[in-house]
């Protein structure tokens, strides 16, 4: 069992940046893929990057290609979300999942294949 944790979102201007953390319980989360997903209201959850289990490689939405970068660091159990020149329609819940088979291969953009996630902060990008 994982349980994720989600901290730094917040309120931020067009063109500002925000680090997203995602602190995970358990002794084996070194060999989980993670994942960040984002849902704004009214919309369906979307896929923003994803990163293996060594920390390389990592895959990402078209929607935050330039932007934002993910990362991870194992031995203090967090994946991070770099992000910058955020624009107002990044504004939703970002949300970190992790997958639940251990070194899994193949990373993933569907969010049906990850078993564990967190509850979620808020970004909100103003104009």
């Known amino acids: 069992q994982v349980q994720l944790v989600e901290s730094g979102g917040g309120l931020v201007q067009a063109g500002g940046s925000l680090r997203l953390s995602c602190a995970a319980s358990?002794?084996?989360?070194?060999?989980?893929?993670m994942g960040w997903f984002r849902q704004a209201p009214g919309k369906a959850r979307e896929f923003v990057e994803a990163?293996?289990?060594?920390?390389?490689?990592?895959v990402y939405a078209d929607s935050g290609e330039g932007r934002f970068t993910i990362s991870r660091d194992n031995a203090k159990h967090t994946v991070y979300l770099q992000m910058s020149s955020l624009k107002p329609e990044d504004t939703a819940v970002y949300l970190c999942?992790?997958?639940?088979?251990?070194?899994?291969?193949?990373?993933?953009?569907?969010?049906?294949?990850?078993?564990?996630w967190g509850q979620g902060t808020q970004v909100t990008v103003s104009s």
């Open positions: 990163i293996s289990w060594r920390g390389a490689p990592t």
């Open positions: 999942a992790a997958v639940g088979r251990p070194y899994s291969v193949s990373l993933d953009s569907r969010s049906q294949r990850y078993d564990y």
């Open positions: 358990g002794r084996t989360f070194s060999s989980y893929n």
